[in-house]
């Protein structure tokens, strides 16, 4: 079984609002992470928020270290609850590839123009803690090298939205 993550405990500072409320292609980025990763997972939850359409899980150890503690919040939960692996993505990244899963499927694999966006089995959960409670820095590339996850590439960036700017040039004109 798969849990989907959707890692959005961004602060949103380049945006000016809460950019997992803004719309795009009639829904909310929030809405439409979810969605996406419905597509592909057993379950899907949304860590870094207090109100989603889905449950909602805290970061692992606590907030404010990053999307590192956003999955392993994830993580924990999975391995807590049985599923095999988790599949994470950002709230501000609407355009995921169709095929997502395939490509990153087995475990452990992420997108190399985009680390936040990954399959990991639940036993990195062990390696994502130490990270973060250890010294050094907490990034999702730190997990991935440690865990010898593969990084997959992918044809041309992803879209991800970080201003008012980067959604309204995703938009049909």
Same mark, same amino acid.
Request: hydrophobic share 50%; aromatic share 6%.
């Given at each position: 079984m798969i849990l989907g993550v959707v890692l959005?405990?961004?602060?949103?500072?380049?945006?000016?609002? @809460?950019?997992?409320?803004?719309?795009?292609?009639?829904?909310?980025?929030?809405?439409?992470?979810?969605?996406q990763l419905q597509a592909w997972c057993d379950e899907v939850v949304?860590?870094?928020?207090? @109100? =989603?359409?889905?449950?909602?899980?805290?970061?692992?150890?606590?907030?404010?270290?990053?999307?590192?503690?956003?999955?392993?919040? =994830?993580?924990?939960?999975?391995?807590?609850?049985?599923? =095999?692996?988790?599949?994470?993505?950002?709230? @501000?990244?609407?355009?995921?590839? @169709?095929?997502?899963?395939?490509?990153?499927?087995?475990?452990?694999?992420?997108l190399l123009d985009q680390p936040v966006i990954g399959h990991w089995p639940v036993a990195a959960f062990a390696a994502a803690d130490a990270i973060l409670m250890g010294e050094g820095r907490r990034s999702m590339r730190r997990l991935a090298e440690s865990i010898g996850a593969r990084a997959v590439a992918c044809e041309g960036p992803l879209a991800n939205v970080n201003t008012p700017e980067d959604l309204a040039a995703l938009l049909p004109r």
């Open positions: 959005a405990g961004g602060q949103s500072r380049r945006f000016g609002t @809460d950019k997992a409320l803004a719309r795009f292609a009639g829904e909310s980025l929030l809405e439409r992470a979810v969605a949304v860590v870094g928020r207090e @109100d =989603a359409p889905v449950a909602v899980l805290p970061d692992w150890p606590r907030a404010g270290m990053g999307p590192l503690a956003g999955l392993a919040g =994830a993580l924990r939960h999975a391995q807590e609850q049985a599923f =095999a692996s988790v599949l994470s993505a950002p709230v @501000d990244c609407p355009l995921l590839p @169709d095929d997502l899963l395939a490509r990153l499927s087995p475990a452990p694999a992420f």
